[in-house]
């Protein structure tokens, strides 16, 4: 199980450098850009996520992720026209709302550019927080395997 655990830290310390050399966010105007009326916001039994539906005309229609905390924000805008601005979706989830605006330019939701070029920074703490914790149990099973039979030993409580 240990060794599993070392496994899953290194995995995380390795996805965190692929992440981070890959780390390329967008301006506002490079944003994907999607127009219509938010028609419906539901979100799930637990957790902190929801999705919200966007009519952009009759026939079509798109999906993000929202969060609860924003609740209030979609619960005034349903039924109304609004411009969002997201970035893709990474497998299989929806688009990602970073700045949502009604019909009068009102900024609801605030995209931070300033904050987005941060993320590496924060990232790199949680991988060098794995990495750390991996060579400390790395470590503790090593000085673990010290303790206990030695060959010569555990063949004399064998034949005994």
């Known amino acids: 199980m240990s060794l599993g ?3 899953c830290f290194l995995y995380l310390v390795v996805l965190g450098y692929l992440k981070a050399l890959s780390y390329n966010p967008r301006t506002l105007e490079n944003l994907d ?29 798109k999906f ?8 209030e924000i ?17 497998l299989f989830y929806y688009d990602h709302i970073l700045q949502l605006e009604d019909k009068n330019d009102k900024v609801f939701i605030k995209y931070d550019y300033e904050n987005k070029l941060k993320e590496p920074e924060r990232n790199e703490k949680t991988t060098f927080f794995c990495l750390k914790a991996s060579l400390f149990f790395l470590i503790l099973i090593f000085v673990l395997n010290f303790k206990g039979n030695k060959p010569e030993n555990f063949r004399k409580e064998v034949y005994e």
């Open 33 to 61: 850009i999607n127009e219509g009326i938010l028609q419906s916001a539901w979100y799930k039994a637990k957790g902190t996520g929801g999705t919200l539906r966007l009519d952009l005309n009759e026939k079509e229609h």
């Open 5 to 7: 655990l070392i496994g």
């Open 74 to 90: 979609y619960a005034k805008l349903i039924g109304e026209r609004v411009k969002i601005y997201s970035e893709p979706a990474i």
């Open 64 to 71: 993000y992720q929202i969060r609860k905390s924003e609740r």
